[in-house]
């Protein structure tokens, strides 16, 4: 914050007649609990003088009792079984969701090898993934997984997000975590 105060104010004393006003925006949203976890959302957004702003969006986890954040990886008995489950489901579900943004004229399986050039399942487990409220009370329904803009497609595109249903990495679950993942996630559109 301080070296992107300091640019500002370097940019409004060099160009004053120019000059936009910085700025940022940060928002976290519980999205769901279950246990002694729980899912934290963000959304951060930024604009510092350039053509547009740029947003970001990031998903946490935490465990109450520690007060520490936890990653999906420390839930997991088999973190790259899982992933080699999961990542077919995310390709499928990102390639789609390109697709209907660019109007359904571009082939879904066109998106998918260009997602899945962009895409390995350690990169999943490294990005920002969260999880998901559930149809059943008290548990989590599955994880997300966020791209920002440019991460997976242009800018114009926009950020993406994938949902896995619990259903397809449950095996891989430790056993003190299992007990906390059932029904089916509940998103928003």
């Given at each position: 914050?301080?070296?992107m105060d300091a640019d500002a104010l370097a940019y409004k004393q060099a160009d004053p007649e120019y000059f936009n006003p910085y700025s940022l925006s940060?928002?976290?949203?519980?999205?769901?609990a279950a246990g002694d976890l729980i899912s934290l959302e963000g959304f951060t957004a930024a604009y510092s003088g350039g053509a547009h702003g740029n947003y970001g969006t990031?998903?946490?986890?935490?465990?109450?009792?520690?007060?520490?954040q936890v990653s999906l990886r420390a839930l997991l008995t088999d973190p790259a079984g899982a992933m080699a489950e999961s990542l077919p489901f995310i390709l499928s579900d990102i390639a789609q969701q390109r697709s209907e943004k660019v109007g359904g004229g571009a082939s879904a399986e066109t998106f998918r090898a260009e997602t899945a050039d962009a895409l390995s399942a350690d990169t999943i487990l490294r990005g920002e993934l969260g999880l998901v409220a559930s149809t059943d009370a008290n548990a989590f329904g599955g994880f997300v997984v966020h791209f920002a803009p440019y991460e997976i497609g242009s800018y114009a595109e926009g950020a993406y997000k994938a949902v896995v249903p619990q259903s397809v990495f449950r095996d891989f679950l430790k056993p003190e975590y299992a007990a906390l993942f059932a029904g089916e996630?509940?998103?928003e559109d």
């Open positions: 914050l301080e070296a940060i928002q976290w949203t519980l999205e769901a990031d998903a946490r986890i935490y465990s109450l009792q520690s007060g520490k996630p509940v998103t």
